[in-house]
């Protein structure tokens, strides 16, 4: 038996159990209509949460892009003070923000993808769901139960097809929103944990010795002016000026 | 016929095509068992481009049974493995 026959042959079955449900065949409409009503809502919420999962991941990628420029302006600083050892770990860090952008970049565009078929989902769902209302108050209108059975049969099965392909897809749109959450969560905890920088958090090694560098050279830079300014005492020397001791 | 591919839509197709997708069907069946996901990737999407290159898509507001359900383009090996399972891979 091959894939075809047995995707259609389960999904027929489940269908022709839900058909069984109920004794006169109109109650059978509303109760599909019901569901078919809460699958809409399941599928608009499905929707919602790809949406929110995507931004998720657009803000991370937006800060990770932000940390690269802050890395790029680290290293080149700290070549020109000369300390290659932290250049390379700004370099280093760089690196792997950059993988991780483009990890998030994939991520991003698998859920945009999702989005769009789910959207699709909805609208053709929503005009079948229309059509299937407007049928069943034909039918309970125009037919006896033992008249209706057939119509009713046929067009309960029809959505109840529709029904099933959309439970799927909004379960796999589930599915990949959830793992990607999981990702992004992790990602948040790397950054939190310092192996990545992160731009709200404390000061990253890199800075923090840069700023050391930074704030011993400003004291010389400080102290020259002050000698420049401050004559020296005849008697005394140099070394013993106190204004001019750190 | 009417041709369904789950998470796409439903299609009109000939049934001069059944031959074709049956042929295929056996291809995905026979790579899945070989653990070749790239072969079984390549006769999914034959199939998939077969029926709508070679049908027209069914109105939304037609509501009509499938004769034949195809699974979706992006179904990994995995999942149609657990086809041959006894939960299979619908919900609920």
Redesign the interface.
Known sequence: M???????T???A??SSFLDRHEDPRETLDYSYEKQLELLTNVKRGVADVVTAKKRLELQKAKLESNIEDLNNQAREAVSLGRDDLARIALERKKDSMAQIESLTAQIADLENEQI?LVN?E??LS??V???RT?KETIKAQYSAAEAQVKIT??V???S??M??V???V??AEEKTESMKARSQALDELIDAGTLQDLTGDQTKVEEELSKIKSSEEVDQELKILKQQVPVKKKAKTEETPEAQQ | MIV?I??D?QYVLDSKYLDK??EL??C??DH?SNDEADKFNSCLHEMIQTIRERGTPLD?????????????PDITPEE?RK??TKD?????
């Open positions: 091959g894939i075809l026959d047995r995707l259609t389960m999904i027929k489940k269908i078929k989902t609208r053709r005009a079948k229309e059509a299937f049928k046929e067009s099965t029809g959505i097809e529709e099933a392909d439970g799927m897809s379960q796999r | 369904r789950l998470g839509n997708l049956n069907d056996n995905m069946v899945l939304p507001a037609e509501i009509r049974p499938s004769d034949l359900i195809v699974p979706s149609a086809l041959f299979g891979i619908i919900p609920g």
